[in-house]
């Protein structure tokens, strides 16, 4: 059975930085996709980055150059490090998995950020 555990989550203020994590289990996941996603109060999910499994990235345009995403194949665990985080960046983010037809998802993690 396929587990997304995600962790990191929290409180920061303006100009903070959090660091994500989400650990999967249950299989290798060294040929999924790997990323994230949030979704802030009122709004629908977003994408927010990906990994492949060769290391390309893609980012949200509002986070790039402050997020960066990255994988240990061998950990089966994908980051998510967020810099200079804003108060839009409220959210509870999500780990996502994929893989031709199959998704899988975390129970989220929240980041609140306030002054």
């Known amino acids: 059975q396929v587990q997304l555990v995600e962790s990191g989550g929290g409180s920061v203020q303006p100009g903070g930085s959090l660091r994500l994590s989400c650990a999967a289990s249950g299989r290798t996941f060294s040929d999924y996709e790997m990323g994230w996603f949030r979704q802030a109060p009122g709004k629908e999910r977003e994408f927010v980055a990906t990994?492949?499994?060769?290391?390309?990235?893609d980012y949200l345009p509002s986070v790039y150059g402050r997020f960066t995403v990255s994988r240990d194949n061998a950990k089966n665990t994908v980051y998510l490090q967020m810099n200079s985080l804003k108060l839009e960046n409220t959210a509870v983010y999500y780990c996502n998995v994929r893989h031709l037809a199959e998704s899988y998802w975390g129970q989220g993690t929240q980041v609140t950020v306030s002054s």
């Open positions: 990994i492949t499994r060769s290391g390309r990235t």
